[in-house]
């Protein structure tokens, strides 16, 4: 095919795919999306393993470890707050320059436990700032109706480059001693290297984003009545989220000897469904509304989290490891579905400044419950055994299942015009 009639081709694949979106920019943005996702995939791939190997954090550490950790999402609102003389896009780069420090930092001091985790910290500090406004940016770049579409969109080149990330570990370890546990912090560092040389790149690509000449004025705090529900159902998805984030990983490494490359293949599998799954997320959101999708995700993972917690003791160690290891990728696949909160966030706000205060403080809410299970969690599952730990984590989806019935059945495309503004 001669190129003449492939830049026609490739020009109508790009506006398919660009078709959620109204803003020029959006394509920009969507690169500087993936970019991240790649070193947030090198990174998160890594993790457990190099807890437990190099760092010598035990089950319980693992949770207390967790408190630093998630604490920049807890902060979220104030961090924005104290950024809200900036426009999206500026703290977009802000927050990757935070987590530039971070990975930098990990690189050189990742040996020692108290550098280790303030780096990490500082790296999180950078993730968590952009994980509402990923949400924010996707909604306001969109055309009117499209606006599941367009998270969709945003969530699957997250995912592509978090694809690329998990698989790049494997390859990595081959060029260098084979595997993580065999060459030491050396090989890991390598990875934080990869993962810095990537996000310095996006950093640069981020550049290229216009600013928007008005500055947002952002609501330190939201907790309006309308925001109740949302609320709520943040709270038990922070709870669901710990449990697998966490203590997920740690099963497999502590019960099935799980390396640091088949962590990395587990989740470049995961990151392969959810890459497929997000746009079709998106869609059933805009023609089906988002209580069904939330309604689904919170009946699953009550079935999901029995199945982790006892299938080493109820089955064969082999076909336990096959059922945990898909209950791992389904689990991960399933964390698409947070675009519907933010789309139900959508349909009660009543500007696009609201709207990301309000996602912003949801995701603090969702910390500060992820600091209190990733605690408790750890001292449970010491004290009583994984079991225990999972059978917590199925009692919170089946309470999120409950309040997910009361939500409504649409998605409005327009922001709400009224309903409460009242504190609580």
């Known amino acids: ?12 694949l790009k506006n398919r795919l660009l078709s959620p979106f109204v803003n020029p920019q959006a394509g920009l943005f969507l690169a ?47 961090l924005a707050a104290l950024m809200s003389r900036f426009c999206e896009m500026r703290m977009v780069r802000a927050a990757l320059l935070i ?5 930098a930092g990990i690189a050189v001091l990742g040996q020692s436990l108290i550098p280790a985790i303030v780096m990490m910290v500082l790296w999180s500090t950078g993730e968590h700032l952009l994980m509402p406004l990923r949400q924010s940016v996707a909604v ?6 499209r606006e ?10 997250q995912n592509l480059g978090q694809l690329a990330g998990y698989y790049m570990i494997p390859m ?7 595997d993580a546990h065999a060459g030491g912090f050396p090989n890991y560092r390598f990875i934080f290297l990869a993962g810095l040389a990537v996000l310095v790149a996006g950093f640069i690509l981020s550049l290229r984003l216009p600013a928007d000449p008005h500055h947002l004025e952002r609501e330190k705090l939201v907790f309006r009545k309308k925001y109740n529900l949302y609320y709520i159902l943040e709270t038990f998805f922070g709870a669901r989220k710990q449990v697998f984030l966490t203590f997920a990983p740690y099963v497999l490494i502590l019960i099935f000897g799980a390396s640091a490359g088949r962590l ?20 059933i959101i805009d023609r089906m509304g988002f209580r069904i999708m939330l309604v689904a995700d919170a009946f699953i993972m009550i079935l999901l989290c029995l199945i982790y917690g006892f299938s080493h003791s109820l089955f064969p160690k082999p076909a336990a490891l096959v059922l945990v290891q898909s209950v791992f990728v389904l689990d991960s696949v399933l964390f698409v579905t947070s675009i519907a909160r933010a789309s139900y966030v959508k349909t009660i706000s009543a500007s696009r400044n609201e709207m990301t205060a309000a996602l912003s403080t949801g995701v603090s809410i969702n910390h500060l419950v992820s600091i ?3 605690v408790c969690g750890g001292l449970l599952w010491e004290s009583l055994g994984v079991e225990a730990l999972f059978s917590v984590a199925a009692a919170m989806s089946l309470a999120s299942f409950i309040f997910c019935l009361w939500l409504p059945a649409g998605f409005a495309p327009e922001y709400a015009t009224g309903g409460s503004s009242g504190k609580v």
Request: glycine share 14%; no cysteine; hydrophobic share 55%.
């Open 1 to 12: 095919m001669s190129i003449s009639l492939q830049l026609p081709m490739i020009r109508g």
């Open 32 to 78: 500087v999306v993936s970019v991240f996702g790649i070193s947030a995939g090198l990174f998160a791939g890594i993790l457990n393993n190099y807890l437990y190997e190099i760092l010598h954090i035990s089950k319980a550490g693992r949770g207390i470890v967790e408190f630093p950790r998630e604490l920049p999402g807890l902060l979220l609102a104030g």
């Open 99 to 103: 987590s530039i420090a971070g990975l």
């Open 140 to 145: 306001h770049m969109a055309r009117k109706g």
């Open 148 to 157: 599941g579409g367009a998270l969709g969109l945003v969530t699957m080149m």
């Open 172 to 178: 990595i370890f081959l060029l260098t001693a084979g």
């Open 264 to 283: 990395a293949l587990l989740y470049g599998i995961s990151a392969t469904l959810a890459v497929a799954v997000s746009p079709i997320a998106g869609r």
């Open 372 to 374: 209190v299970i990733a």
